[in-house]
């Protein structure tokens, strides 16, 4: 059973579409991060929710826009995709705050 | 501005051999460290950990070694095993935040 698992793995899309990214964890944590990998490797955290709650939000277009219907999910809705956008998205989760972290297994977003 | 850094992009070492993979921080305030492993097309999984009020923490042929005063961790692998081939990243925080290194690539040769 997969802990952390979001969905699409992969996806080609336009400059200017919107899409989704679902994220879910079965592990009863609380804290849910979106964090993005980018063509140099960094691996840099975007949104953090503990509780259904915004906790950390950095400086990330507002194109980009967090969503969490309830503590086990976290999606992440991206607007007017443009090509720098590209990159692998990982959503994680943890027991809490500062806690070990747990990743899902990434979303690779081309936007063409 | 980078605040985990792991200087060494790759590296080889031989089946059976120690694998030391090093990571630095800049700020003194970090008191919990990650080490995590990656293949290729999978997300990152946890291997071990450290806090800052230990300078070592051990889990079978994994060792992580925690220097404060040189705001250094690194990671020993022994003995090394082909499998053991992936993307290692170091990832350090304190309190609600990680910052992760870019990772250093391990090849292990049969």
């Known amino acids: 059973d997969t802990a952390v698992s979001q969905t699409p793995k992969y996806l080609v899309t336009q400059m200017g579409n919107d899409k989704s990214i679902k994220c879910e964890q079965n592990?009863?944590?609380?804290?849910m991060y979106w964090y993005k990998q980018d063509s140099k490797k960094f691996l840099k955290i975007m949104f953090s929710?503990?509780?259904?709650?915004?906790?950390i939000n950095e400086t990330v277009p507002n194109r980009f826009s967090p969503k969490s219907p309830d503590k086990a999910h976290l999606n992440l809705h991206i607007n007017s995709l443009e090509l720098g956008d590209s990159a692998v998205y990982f959503c994680?989760?943890?027991?809490?705050?500062?806690?070990?972290?747990?990743f899902g297994e990434g979303s690779w977003l081309t936007v063409v | 501005d980078q605040q985990v850094k792991q200087n060494s992009p790759s590296l080889s070492v031989q089946e059976g051999r120690i694998s030391i993979l090093n990571c630095d921080y800049t700020n003194s305030m970090f008191d919990y460290f990650l080490w995590y492993k990656k293949y290729p097309a999978e997300g990152p999984t946890f291997l071990i950990s450290?806090?800052?009020?230990?300078d070592k923490n051990e889990d079978g042929r994994f060792t992580v070694f925690l220097n404060k005063s040189a705001k250094h961790l690194s990671l020993h692998i022994v003995p090394s095993q082909p499998g053991d081939s992936a993307v290692y990243f170091c990832a350090a925080g304190a309190g609600n935040q990680f910052y992760f290194g870019t990772g250093t690539s391990l090849t292990v040769i049969p």
């Open positions: 450290i806090s800052s009020i230990k």
């Open positions: 929710y503990n509780n259904k709650e915004l906790i």
């Open positions: 994680a989760s943890s027991q809490f705050i500062g806690n070990t972290i747990y």
């Open positions: 592990l009863g944590h609380d804290t």
